[in-house]
């Protein structure tokens, strides 16, 4: 049984017994609308904890489009009965007064990392999730945290917000989980139209190339121009950002003596998409 929890006093009693039967406490933080990306994480968490928390919480702080908020897919029901399913123990999900009661008045910013690509074009979008990935790891008390690469950048801020911070829970990154033809699951996958959804896979398949083309010997620049041509080519209405960037400090790469990732955003139709690979 998967218990639900939407106060953090509850949930803070429920976890201070756990610990006192000295149980190690995974948390997976989640916007709901779950996916196999979502249950691969909390399958990760069971393997890696005694008890698994999945937290359900569409954040509005970290939504610089209020449109994007509003429509932003939502189906408790559907996402607990999956987590029943995969054996998570509590879903915690409080409303955003509980998150945010009257009064409140802070924030996490995490400099340099959170600054390029998704920092650059949703501004405010990594205080939002430095804030609430704070409060959900002091309300969970948990001692590891499951994320997805499919975020690498949120990776990259939440690893410099704890160390940072001092705060005691081990992040633990994990792969990105894909469709068949390639295309990264996403909650908002479900917002594009069925002509949107067969052009979407052309995203990662031009990453790749020109992954395979940096590799290769391309030059980067020439290989990320080919790239975003065939994206728009392949009906993308824009790409917001097609960067190789130093996989850890996210500074942009020129070679590739230093581990690498390619990561992109575009938009199709109304629905705007990332991904990442390794180079
Ligand atoms: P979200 O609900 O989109 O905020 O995502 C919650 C967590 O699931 C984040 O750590 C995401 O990186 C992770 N996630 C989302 N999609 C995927 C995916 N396709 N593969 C692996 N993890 C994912």
């Given at each position: ?29 989640t916007m709901g609308a779950l996916h196999d990306g979502h249950l691969s994480l ?14 359900i919480f569409v954040n509005?702080?970290?939504f610089?489009n209020?449109e994007d908020l509003k429509k932003y897919p939502r189906d408790e029901a559907h996402d607990l009965a999956l987590l ?64 997805g690469?499919k975020d ?24 990105t989980i894909r469709e068949d033809d390639g295309l990264a699951m996403s909650s908002r996958n479900v917002r594009l139209t069925a002509a949107e959804r067969a052009v979407a896979p052309a995203l990662h ?30 009906g993308f209405a ?27 955003a575009a938009a199709l139709g109304e629905v705007r998409l990332i991904d990442?690979?390794?180079?």
């Amino acid at each position: 049984m998967t218990e639900v929890i939407r106060s953090a006093e509850a949930l803070r009693e429920k976890v201070a017994g756990w610990k006192r039967a000295g149980a190690l406490v995974g948390v997976v933080p989640t916007m709901g609308a779950l996916h196999d990306g979502h249950l691969s994480l909390a399958r990760e968490a069971r393997k890696q904890s005694d008890r698994v928390i999945v937290t359900i919480f569409v954040n509005p702080m970290q939504f610089n489009n209020p449109e994007d908020l509003k429509k932003y897919p939502r189906d408790e029901a559907h996402d607990l009965a999956l987590l029943e399913a995969d054996g998570v123990d509590v879903l915690f999900a409080p409303g955003p007064e509980e998150v945010y009661p009257d009064g409140f008045a802070s924030k996490v910013t995490v400099s340099g990392v959170s600054e390029p690509m998704e920092g650059a074009f949703r501004p405010g979008h990594f205080d939002g999730v430095a804030t609430v990935v704070t409060k959900l790891f002091g309300m969970t008390q948990a001692g590891r945290a499951f994320f997805g690469e499919k975020d690498w950048q949120q990776v990259q801020v939440v690893q410099r917000l704890v160390r940072d911070l001092n705060i005691p829970t081990r992040i633990i990154p994990c792969p990105t989980i894909r469709e068949d033809d390639g295309l990264a699951m996403s909650s908002r996958n479900v917002r594009l139209t069925a002509a949107e959804r067969a052009v979407a896979p052309a995203l990662h398949r031009e990453m790749q190339a020109a992954a395979a083309a940096i590799r290769g010997g391309t030059a980067p620049d020439a290989a990320l121009g080919a790239a975003r041509e065939a994206i728009l080519a392949a009906g993308f209405a824009s790409v917001e950002y097609l960067d190789l960037r130093d996989a850890e400090t996210l500074q942009t790469a020129t070679s590739l003596d230093r581990p690498a990732r390619l990561l992109a955003a575009a938009a199709l139709g109304e629905v705007r998409l990332i991904d990442n690979i390794a180079v």
